[in-house]
T-cell receptor
Framework: KAGVTQTPRYLIKTRGQQVTLSCSPI?????VSWYQQTPGQGLQFLFE???????NKGNFPGRFSGRQFSNSRSEMNVSTLELGDSALYLC??????????FGPGTRLTVT | EDKVVQSPLSLVVHEGDTVTLNCSYE??????LLWYKQEKKAPTFLFML??SGIEKKSGRLSSILDKKELFSILNITATQTGDSAIYLC??????????WGAGTKLIIKP
């Protein structure tokens, strides 16, 4: 089975712009979670989608949003980018609660 | 506020040594504790522990959970350079949300 894929792998944006990241889960996995990872903060949970519904949400401002499509693919959007949004954004899909399979991540740099 | 604390934050040992990584948690309505290994980018799943005192084992790696004392340990015996990675533990709460520790950076010297 193909693993979790994320696009793009690298992205450079300017403050104030918006960005959309994409995640395709492993076939058959209906749950998709998004994380932000920075050296100082570790893995921070953004949100989780299951069957097109947001099931859980972390403590991030409203500039961070997401959605899931009927084929379980998910997108994450960040509006009005700030320098502090520079991070590795990881997506993970799961079939069984807790056992998550991570994609390679999208490295976002905000200048 | 729920939290997961890992120790040590970093560890350097020589090949062949045995290491023990620690994870303590304070989570309301605990469900399970999970261990992941992160080498370059994506963390990979190692173990999920739900019951106290039952050891999970995979090759040279093993892990056990103590729900009374609220901690888990991950043991790696006969370490190899390929074991160098960041080891993450996470707790799953009643909403199935994972709360992650900061990780232990393990470096194995040849």
């Amino acid at each position: 089975k193909a693993g979790v894929t994320q696009t793009p792998r690298y992205l450079i944006k300017t403050r104030g712009q918006q960005v959309t990241l994409s995640c395709s889960p492993i076939s058959g996995h209906r749950s998709v979670s998004w994380y932000q990872q920075t050296p100082g903060q570790g893995l921070q949970f953004l949100f989780e989608y299951f069957s097109e519904t947001q099931r859980n949400k972390g403590n991030f401002p409203g500039r961070f949003s997401g959605r899931q499509f009927s084929n379980s693919r998910s997108e994450m959007n960040v509006s009005t980018l700030e320098l502090g949004d520079s991070a590795l954004y990881l997506c993970a899909s799961s079939l069984r609660m807790g056992e998550q399979y991570f994609g390679p991540g999208t490295r976002l740099t905000v200048t | 506020e729920d939290k997961v604390v890992q120790s040590p934050l970093s560890l350097v040992v020589h090949e062949g040594d045995t290491v023990t990584l620690n994870c303590s948690y304070e989570v309301t309505n605990f469900r399970s504790l999970l261990w992941y290994k992160q080498e370059k980018k994506a963390p990979t799943f190692l173990f999920m522990l739900t019951s106290s005192g039952i050891e999970k084992k995979s090759g040279r790696l093993s892990s056990i959970l103590d729900k009374k004392e609220l901690f888990s340990i991950l043991n790696i015996t006969a370490t190899q350079t390929g074991d160098s990675a960041i080891y993450l533990c996470a707790d799953m709460d009643s909403n199935y949300q994972l709360i992650w520790g900061a990780g232990t950076k393990l470096i194995i010297k040849p």
